[in-house]
């Protein structure tokens, strides 16, 4: 898992709220039975046409917008609980997305992936939505250490939360595999106790 | 004083991390081939076993054709998805239910039907509707395949610990209105993210009247209002269900069981983070007119206009009624359909074919409507044929295909064109869920058989 520290990036707005991961990558894509190539899909039926196309009106197709930020609207990741959907959005080559919510599996899925999920207030959201409309240059800096987001525009931040474990791990690139692997001794003796009824 | 939630959430857990999640143990995994090769590739490269083998059980369900199961798949990139699942629990040393074995079906449906599924159980499996499990007064959630991977080596996942949530529902279903219809109304009423963070029991006088097919399609439906999961206390509806069951405890194990099951309720005087309380005799057969299952009215009733919501709210809601084809303020009673969906973790079960039979017996379907009625698992497919169903659903004019998810994700080859209209009993109506540019009206197995006779969205309780 890549090492996640602090991010200073253009952004790109994706005003829509209940973005489900069935937008995010289609379940036609799901087949594959690796990780790779996610995402060259992402967002596949709003970014390209029947043919193959890339949608102009789509804003992964706008060339004004670019950046390693997505900003979201509201309840993002909703819906099916494929991995795929944080896998093609990291593959994209995104490293955070801003939302003022996050559906519970998908948040999970990216922190897995190292792919942070920040989550602003509606207000701190609809402000940078703005400023990157105004002037699509406008720069997001993103502190994991500190917990804080900055609009580099207005000057304002945001603290947001994260437990401390999941930070760690962001941090320091490691997975919760390798805890729960040096817990096993653990697991033996709760087993020895657990309800349990046969077959 | 405990919720039932924290009852089995303490029973489960091994440690907990300070300031971080609870390392939970896991009783029983649920895996199919879409969301677990990663995974065994996972192992594979760390170099580990499945650390308890009879706790995972696989099944094949959402990639496999619905017609000629007994033919190889055609599609080669989900022959190889299947293959993998094949050679995955060989090389493992896992119990797979592969496409034309007799425990074979939707995840969620096999679970349940093969006793599998019991109360005060932590489930998990690499799919959201594992909610679907709770019914039983289990902890079941869907998670990722990084969190299939850490079941398979350890038996156990690192959660952090939701809220809880009690939604009571009092009074009773008028006739003609089901689970499904209380449960979209649900939705509506809290919206796609309003439980977003919570663990959800529902309780009342309408909840303990359900059967345990109604139970599991609410629970189901747990996720699209963004619940880790839903829970229902088990009672005698839920033991009676079990027993029995290949798999449920058997002889003086169940006497143990039983006991055990009874203590699993919410203490009096137990506090929940939210409550909500509904009354279920103000509901009425419900239909979805947008792109999330947030979307949805009575069927007598209009889509809403866009009063009220703000700028981004405006861009979402105009872009979903131009997906649908719809405008704001129509009613959705009288629409015409092309397509109806039986089937799905949701009401793939045999009570609902038995609701649609009965429907539809001594009618014919509509010629304008392509019906694909697909069981949930092998064994409901047996018990229509025994049960005489089968034949009263061929008679009205129906085909019923093999048992999987077919349309409900249309990662096969029922796939809904595009900008054709569909009922389905399914749980999603996303964007291109159906197929790309499909639209998907979600309704309940009753609304969905009145749709395939008249051919257009009708209120089932204004035809004899």
Redesign the interface.
């Given at each position: 898992m890549e090492k996640f520290q602090t991010v200073t990036s253009t952004y790109v707005p994706l005003p829509i709220e209940n973005v489900d991961t069935d937008q995010i990558i289609p379940a036609r894509f799901l087949k594959a039975t690796d990780k790779e190539g996610f995402g060259d899909n992402l967002f596949a039926d709003w970014r390209y046409d029947k043919d193959g196309n890339p949608k102009p009106d789509f804003v992964l197709n706008n060339p004004t917008y670019s950046g390693t930020i997505l900003v979201a609207g509201k309840n993002f990741g909703s819906g099916s609980s494929r991995e795929h959907a944080a896998w093609a959005v990291s593959g994209y080559g995104f490293r955070a997305v801003v939302s003022s919510y996050f559906a519970d599996i998908f948040k999970n899925n990216s922190l897995n992936n190292g792919l942070l999920p920040v989550v602003v207030s509606p207000d701190f959201l609809s402000e940078i939505l703005e400023c990157v409309h105004d002037n699509p240059q406008n720069t997001l800096t993103i502190d994991l250490n500190q917990q804080t987001i900055t609009n580099n525009k207005t000057g304002r931040s945001e603290a947001f939360e994260i437990n401390t474990y999941k930070k760690e791990c962001l941090q320091k690139g490691l997975d919760d595999i390798d805890y729960l692997l040096s817990k096993k001794d653990k697991i033996e003796e709760y087993e020895k106790t657990r309800m349990y009824f046969g077959l | 004083m405990k919720t039932l939630f924290d009852k089995i959430w303490d029973?489960?857990t091994?440690?907990a991390?300070?300031?971080?999640?609870t390392?939970l143990?896991i009783?029983r995994h649920f895996c199919h081939e879409?969301?677990s090769?990663?995974a065994f590739?996972?192992l594979r490269e760390?170099g580990?076993k499945v650390?308890r083998p009879n706790q995972t059980t696989l099944t094949a369900d959402?990639?496999t054709p619905t017609c000629n199961q007994d033919q190889p798949v055609k599609d080669p990139?989900?022959r190889?998805?299947l293959d993998?699942l094949s050679k995955n629990a060989e090389e493992f040393g896992l119990t797979l239910y592969a496409l034309g074995n007799e425990r074979n079906g939707v995840v969620h449906i096999i679970g349940p039907e093969n006793?599998y599924t019991?109360p005060?159980m932590t489930i998990v499996c690499?799919?959201?509707h594992?909610s679907t499990h709770g019914a039983f007064g289990a902890i079941a959630f869907?998670?990722?395949?990084?969190?299939v991977?850490?079941v398979l080596?350890?038996?156990?996942?690192?959660q952090?610990r939701?809220k809880t949530m009690r939604i009571t529902f009092n009074g009773k279903l008028e006739q003609g209105v089901t689970a499904k219809d209380l449960a979209l109304y649900m939705i509506a009423q809290l919206t796609?993210?309003g439980a977003?963070?919570y663990f959800v029991e529902y309780a009342g006088e309408a909840i303990r009247n359900l059967t345990m097919e109604e139970r599991m399609t609410l629970c189901n439906l747990s996720i699209?209002m963004?619940a880790?999961g839903g829970l229902i206390a088990p009672d005698e509806t839920t033991f009676e269900y079990i027993k029995g069951k290949d798999?449920?405890?058997?002889e003086e194990?169940?006497e143990?069981?039983v006991e055990?099951w009874r203590t699993l309720k919410t203490d009096e005087g137990a506090e929940f983070d939210k409550e909500y309380v509904f009354d279920a005799s103000k509901i009425e057969p419900m239909v979805t007119y947008g792109t999330?299952p947030?979307m949805g009215v009575f069927i007598s009733g209009s889509i809403p206009t866009l009063e009220g919501l703000d700028?981004?709210?405006q861009?979402?809601f105009k872009?979903s009624l131009n997906y649908m084809g719809f405008q704001p303020g129509e009613k959705m009673e009288g629409k015409p359909i092309d397509y109806v969906f039986l089937g799905s973790c949701t009401n793939g079960r045999i009570e609902d074919f038995r609701t649609f039979a009965n429907f539809v017996k001594g009618k014919k379907k509509s010629d304008n409507v392509v019906a694909w009625l697909v069981p949930g698992s092998h064994r409901v497919e047996k018990q229509l044929r025994d049960e005489g169903l089968y034949q009263i659903l061929v008679e009205a004019g129906f085909e019923v295909r093999q048992p999987g998810c077919s349309a409900c994700?249309?990662?096969n080859d029922d796939k809904v064109p595009?900008g054709k209209y569909a009922i389905s009993t399914t749980n999603?109506n996303?964007?291109?869920?159906q197929g790309?540019?499909a639209r998907t009206i979600l309704a309940s197995p009753l609304v969905a058989a009145a749709a395939a006779v008249t051919g257009k969205i009708t209120d089932p309780r204004k035809i004899a």
């Open positions: - | 029973a489960h091994v440690t991390i300070k300031d971080g999640p390392q143990y009783d879409v969301t090769p990663q590739n996972g760390r580990l650390f959402h990639n990139v989900s190889k998805q993998t006793g019991q005060g690499g799919d959201s594992t869907g998670i990722g395949t990084s969190e991977e850490m080596a350890t038996q156990c996942i690192l952090s939701p796609t993210g977003t963070g699209e963004g880790r798999f449920a405890p058997q194990n169940w143990q069981a055990y999330n947030g700028e981004t709210g861009i979402t872009k994700l249309a990662m595009a999603r996303f964007e291109g869920r790309p540019g």
